[in-house]
């Protein structure tokens, strides 16, 4: 069966319990992903990134509206939808081939022990790790790791990739190899991908589309811009090309321009309402 859209966010609102009453963190979420696109997600601190991720991760629960993935509301974890978070997350007691093996092993069960073998180093392959299967998270870098968690998640062949800031606690250089790779990855694959990030010219470089989120509390979606640069990408023919600076000026200018006046508006709004004087409304019982 083929779908219009791969993934769907429809009304989504989500609302968290707090002692002073509900706090309500995302509001009216709409988006459509096609399958194979590739989409950031970009805002300030505590606009609802990681929510929304969670949300189609089935780790939170939508409070309205739902998520629809190929035609089936998703309300828990699943397989089909694999997260590589900012810190890798591997187990330390396990080699790099050992950890990417537990999640085939718990994801593809049925498969012979050289299916098993032959599919771990396929995907260890993809992030150029072969040559450190045998190591401990220990003994390798943080790029390392990082490309073992992305290996891991791969390994299970998920139809949606999530990443939360993949590469937020890297350095500048190995950042840029590991966003060479997750092109090279998408390029092979055609997979679905959701990224979180902090970094606009990561999202422009990798992005089909980048959606820009409004501040919370009830933060939305603000802006989708669509990022048409031929692929394959090269970043450094790109610092150059006037579409792509275009594209960079645009996101920043939601950030820092376009994000201040929304919160101008609301600020605005918020002290008109608390500053205005009470009305009593009195009726032909009441005594003068």
Same mark, same amino acid.
């Given at each position: 069966?083929? !779908?219009? +859209?791969?993934?769907?966010?429809?009304? *989504?609102?989500?609302?968290? $319990?707090?002692? @002073?009453? $509900? !706090?309500?963190?995302?509001?009216?979420?709409?988006?459509? #992903?096609?399958?194979?696109?590739?989409?950031?997600? #970009?805002?300030?601190?505590?606009?609802?990134?990681?929510?929304?991720?969670?949300?189609?991760?089935?780790?939170?629960?939508?409070?309205?509206?739902?998520?629809?993935?190929?035609?089936?509301?998703?309300?828990? $974890?699943? $397989?089909?939808?694999?997260?590589? !978070?900012?810190?890798?997350?591997?187990?330390?007691?396990?080699?790099?081939?050992?950890?990417?093996?537990?999640?085939?092993?718990?994801?593809?069960?049925?498969?012979? @022990?050289?299916? #098993? @073998?032959?599919? *771990?180093?396929?995907?260890? %392959?993809? *992030?150029?790790?072969?040559?450190?299967?045998? @190591?401990?998270?220990?003994?390798?870098?943080?790029?390392? =790791?990082?490309?073992?968690?992305?290996?891991?998640?791969?390994?299970?062949?998920?139809?949606?990739?999530?990443?939360?800031?993949?590469?937020?606690?890297?350095?500048?250089?190995?950042?840029?190899?590991?966003?060479?790779?997750?092109?090279?990855?998408?390029?092979?694959?055609?997979?679905?991908?959701?990224?979180?990030?902090?970094?606009?010219?990561?999202? *422009?470089?990798?992005?089909?589309?980048?959606?820009?989120?409004?501040?919370?509390?009830?933060?939305?979606?603000?802006?989708?811009?669509?990022? %048409?640069?031929?692929?394959?990408?090269?970043?450094?023919?790109?610092?150059?090309?006037?579409?792509?600076? +275009?594209?960079?000026?645009?996101?920043? =200018? !939601?950030?820092?321009?376009?994000?201040? =006046?929304?919160?101008?508006?609301?600020?605005?709004?918020?002290?008109?309402?608390?500053?205005?004087?009470?009305?009593?409304?009195?009726?032909?019982?009441?005594?003068?």
């Amino acid at each position: 069966m083929t !779908f219009k +859209h791969q993934l769907e966010l429809t009304q *989504v609102g989500i609302d968290f $319990p707090t002692p @002073k009453g $509900p !706090f309500t963190a995302l509001t009216d979420v709409n988006l459509r #992903i096609q399958k194979g696109e590739f989409i950031s997600l #970009i805002g300030h601190s505590g606009c609802g990134k990681s929510t929304v991720l969670n949300l189609v991760a089935g780790l939170n629960q939508a409070t309205t509206g739902g998520v629809i993935l190929e035609g089936q509301e998703v309300n828990e $974890p699943g $397989p089909e939808r694999a997260v590589v !978070f900012q810190n890798h997350s591997l187990l330390p007691w396990l080699s790099a081939y050992k950890n990417v093996e537990l999640a085939v092993k718990q994801t593809r069960s049925g498969r012979s @022990k050289k299916e #098993i @073998k032959d599919w *771990v180093e396929h995907n260890l %392959e993809l *992030v150029h790790m072969t040559h450190a299967a045998d @190591k401990l998270p220990s003994e390798i870098s943080g790029g390392m =790791k990082q490309r073992v968690g992305i290996a891991r998640a791969l390994a299970m062949q998920p139809k949606v990739l999530l990443m939360d800031e993949p590469f937020g606690a890297l350095d500048a250089l190995t950042r840029a190899h590991l966003q060479d790779s997750v092109m090279e990855i998408h390029s092979k694959l055609g997979n679905t991908v959701i990224m979180i990030t902090h970094d606009v010219d990561e999202a *422009v470089l990798l992005s089909d589309r980048i959606v820009m989120m409004t501040n919370g509390p009830a933060a939305t979606i603000g802006e989708i811009l669509p990022i %048409e640069l031929q692929r394959p990408r090269n970043r450094i023919e790109l610092a150059d090309d006037a579409k792509y600076n +275009h594209y960079r000026h645009e996101v920043l =200018k !939601f950030l820092y321009e376009k994000q201040r =006046k929304v919160e101008s508006v609301d600020s605005h709004r918020k002290n008109k309402q608390k500053n205005a004087s009470p009305v009593t409304l009195k009726t032909g019982s009441d005594k003068e």
